[in-house]
């Protein structure tokens, strides 16, 4: 069964840092790009960050680049998220996504994982 | 970066009506717009990508339109479970951005 977990949110104050997993199972993140998005309360969805199949191309918006950092660790099929200097508006619900070339979309998510910026 | 603009933001309806809802991109995106479902505390699921294609497993009576910059979602026959929210999303260039949601609730 094809299924994204998230993990690794949670509380930190403002400036810290954070790294969110996101567990890929039936399927190899070798062969799909992935992307992070994140819903802050009441608000809509915000893409965040790409990376392609192969991690040789990497997006990101411009909301947290150079903040942030998406990875991966194919021998895990594990994709990740470095967050540092986090801000108040980093406040979200975090997760990620699996992109379907063929069709140019998200088809697999994770149910995400709270990141909350507070002092 | 693309702009999504979506109409309305929320709308109320009955088991039965005929919805539709609106996607409009600040520049033309060809056939890269998809659009999601999304209920609180799941997971966002996918219903139609590339405009008009259903995706696998999902009732028929999702479909998309539209071409250029202006898109529509419907769904004819709202069933209980199709009350949710529902954003688009261009895939054409990165930044990949949403639509702000429209929220379908219960009249």
């Known amino acids: 069964q094809v299924r994204l977990v998230e993990s690794g949110g949670g509380v930190v104050q403002p400036g810290g840092s954070l790294r969110l997993s996101c567990a890929a199972s039936g399927f190899t993140l070798s062969s799909h790009a992935m992307h992070w998005v994140r819903q802050a309360p009441g608000k809509g969805l915000e893409w965040v960050a790409f990376?392609?199949?192969?991690?040789?191309?990497?997006y990101y918006a411009d909301s947290v680049r150079g903040r942030f950092t998406i990875s991966r660790d194919i021998s895990e099929n594990t994709l990740y998220l470095d967050m540092s200097s986090l801000r108040a508006e980093d406040t979200a619900v975090y997760s990620c996504?699996?992109?379907?070339?063929?069709?140019?979309?998200?088809?697999?998510w994770g149910q995400g994982t709270m990141v909350t910026v507070s002092s | 970066d693309i702009q999504m603009t979506q109409s309305p933001s929320s709308l109320s309806a009955s088991v039965g009506d005929r919805v539709t809802i609106t996607c409009r991109a600040s520049?033309?995106?060809?056939?890269?717009l998809n659009w999601y479902q999304h209920k609180p505390g799941k997971a966002p699921k996918l219903l139609i990508y590339?405009?008009?294609s259903l995706q696998s497993g999902v009732p028929s009576r999702f479909s998309g339109n539209g071409s250029g910059t202006d898109f529509t979602l419907t769904i004819s026959g709202l069933q209980p479970e199709d009350f949710a929210t529902y954003c688009c999303?261009?895939?054409?260039?990165?930044?990949?951005?949403f639509g702000q949601g429209t929220k379908v609730e219960i009249k």
């Open positions: 996504a699996k992109e379907e070339g063929e069709i140019d979309a998200f088809d697999i």
């Open positions: 999303q261009q895939s054409y260039s990165s930044p990949f951005t």
């Open positions: 520049q033309t995106i060809n056939k890269y």
């Open positions: 990376i392609r199949f192969d991690g040789n191309n990497r």
């Open positions: 590339g405009v008009s």
